[in-house]
């Protein structure tokens, strides 16, 4: 079981963002930008090329929706999507707010927000989802 499986499964705690039937988003734990989250399906697949083609469409729906809900509640020009899939073995796409496109570079320093400040960026988004 994936660590991403254990968050769906409430096993390990998050800042959600918002779930359906099939999806999961919360707020990344070391975003690149305020409001970086990560989208999965509940459905445990490692390689998001190996989701079915139904499914798949399903989940750029939701991450679109969230995506709009991030850019309503954090300051940014747009949300980058980037999915790269070697961290976790569990298919997800990464939403980042960003301003320009070096705020999408994975070498960049992880941002250290507090429990408090992830908590509020969770709430605004969920409000606006």
């Known amino acids: 079981m994936t660590v991403f499986s254990k968050i769906v499964n ?9 779930e359906d039937e099939h999806f999961f988003a919360f707020l990344d734990i070391n975003p690149l930008t305020k409001g970086h989250t990560l989208v999965i399906p509940k459905l ?3 390689y998001i090329f190996d ?3 139904k499914s798949l469409s399903d989940m750029i729906i939701f991450a679109k929706k969230v995506a709009i809900a991030i850019e309503k509640s954090v300051s940014c020009s747009r949300v980058g999507v980037a999915v790269i899939g070697l961290e976790v073995p569990h298919a997800h796409i990464h939403l980042i707010p960003i ?3 070096s705020d999408m570079n994975f070498k960049n320093s992880k941002q250290k927000l507090t429990e408090k400040e ?3 960026i969770a ?3 969920r409000s606006n989802f």
């Open 10 to 18: 409430g096993e390990i705690p998050c800042y959600k963002i918002a």
């Open 44 to 46: 445990e697949v490692d």
């Open 51 to 53: 989701i079915d083609d």
């Open 99 to 101: 301003n320009r496109e």
């Open 118 to 120: 992830m908590t509020e």
């Open 123 to 125: 709430a605004k988004i």
